[in-house]
């Protein structure tokens, strides 16, 4: 059975930092690439980040570019999204997902994670 399982996620001020982790299992987790995605309230999902499954490569949305991290340990089977000088408009509900082709279609998703940022 496969699970993507998100933490980290919370209440912070505005400028302030959160950690994301996305625990994986029932895959072979080096063998896809991952993503994180975000929904706010009354708005569809959106593309935040992804990461090859050697972590070599990344890409962001421009929204979070230069202040969202994304990275990978594929020895402990986790994703990371560090996220810096949040602002407001980044609060959402975060999903980390699995892609196993380079199709840009996700096979699994997790559960989601609250992110909720004050100003």
């Known amino acids: 059975q496969v699970q993507l399982v998100e933490s980290g996620g919370g209440l912070v001020q505005a400028g302030g930092s959160l950690s994301l982790s996305c625990a994986a299992s029932?895959?072979?987790?080096?063998?896809?690439?991952m993503g994180w995605f975000r929904q706010a309230p009354g708005k569809e999902r959106e593309f935040v980040a992804r990461?090859?499954?050697?972590?070599?490569?990344?890409i962001y949305a421009n929204s979070v570019k230069g202040r969202f991290t994304v990275s990978r340990d594929n020895a402990k089977n986790t994703l990371y999204l560090r996220m810096n000088n949040l602002k407001p408009e980044d609060t959402a509900v975060y999903y980390c997902?699995?892609?196993?082709?380079?199709?840009?279609?996700?096979?699994?998703w997790g559960q989601g994670t609250q992110v909720t940022v004050s100003s």
């Open positions: 997902a699995a892609d196993r082709t380079t199709d840009g279609v996700y096979d699994y």
């Open positions: 029932g895959i072979i987790f080096r063998n896809y690439a």
């Open positions: 990461i090859s499954w050697s972590g070599g490569s990344t």
